[in-house]
């Protein structure tokens, strides 16, 4: 667990998605350049959660600290949550921005929805973001007072920058070319994505320490030879190239030559 948590999303820019538009959205409500509240609605494992929360920790970890959240879920949702985000706001609102999540709002009844439309109208700040996986579930008057936007899972292509980045923090002077025949087997499913970057890693690892090996048994061979050579001339017998010993043959003369 460690590898993974040393290489969780730590902004924005570490996300992946398939489509360059929805990532220039995420990036564009994390900069505070929209406001609208967003919905993000698409399969499992496409980025939704992740990527709201990463738009809250963009908007609010400077003031409030990494620490802070305002993330809930559409199981159970009523008019205390709503008291809980109206609180959650209201600190929010001494920097100039407010945000909450609600992950998995078609979990909330019709009641919950109800109560999500009447804060929503009553309020002049603040952005909501939720996410659904059955954007179908949502009435359409719900779905109207969000921007809606369809997350797709992302193909497995679209994960090798990232990988290349996080083999690169580790110290491996890979590429990308590299990379994509490292992960040619790779499914693409987002909670697989890591176990295959670190089962690379550690692949790589060993590749490394092999060759070190290699190359210090050679150097220990070279050293052996560059030791014994005075030993071997002292005796007549020549190296050949610095390596095999030649033994020295009698001329006509009963003189050694070599």
């Not at 609102?93 to 009641?111: C, L, R, T």
């Not at 994509?180 to 490394?208: P, Y």
């Not at 070190?212 to 052996?224: F, G």
């Not at 033994?247 to 006509?252: C, E, K, L």
């Amino acid at each position: 667990m460690e590898f993974a948590k040393k290489h969780e999303p730590n902004t924005i820019n570490d996300l992946v998605f398939q489509d360059p538009r929805v990532a220039q959205i995420i990036a564009d409500y994390g900069a505070g350049l929209r406001d609208k509240h967003l919905l993000l609605e698409g399969p499992t494992s496409s980025g939704k959660s992740i990527a709201a929360s990463m738009i809250l920790k963009e908007r609010l970890s400077a003031n409030l600290g990494n620490s802070y959240t305002s993330i809930f879920h559409g199981q159970g949702f009523d008019h205390r949550t709503i008291k809980t985000i109206e609180g959650d706001w209201n600190i929010q609102m001494m920097y100039d921005s407010a945000y909450s999540v609600i992950d998995e709002v078609d979990f909330a009844d019709a009641n919950g929805r109800r109560e999500i439309r009447k804060f929503i109208d009553g309020k002049s700040f603040g952005t909501l973001i939720c996410t659904t996986n059955f954007v179908n579930k949502l009435e359409r008057e719900f779905r109207s007072r969000f921007l809606v936007v369809n997350v797709s899972v992302p193909a497995p292509n679209d994960w090798h920058l990232r990988a290349m980045q996080i083999l690169q923090a580790e110290g491996h002077a890979v590429t990308l070319t590299q990379v994509q025949r490292f992960m040619a087997n790779f499914s693409g499913h987002a909670r697989d994505f890591i176990d295959e970057v670190e089962n690379v890693h550690l692949g790589l690892l060993r590749a490394r320490a092999a060759a070190q090996s290699n190359a210090e048994a050679t150097s220990k061979c070279l050293s052996v030879i560059t030791n014994t050579r005075p030993i071997f001339e002292s005796k007549g017998i020549r190296l050949s190239n610095g390596a095999t010993p030649k033994a020295a043959t009698p001329s006509s003369d009963g003189k050694s030559q070599q």
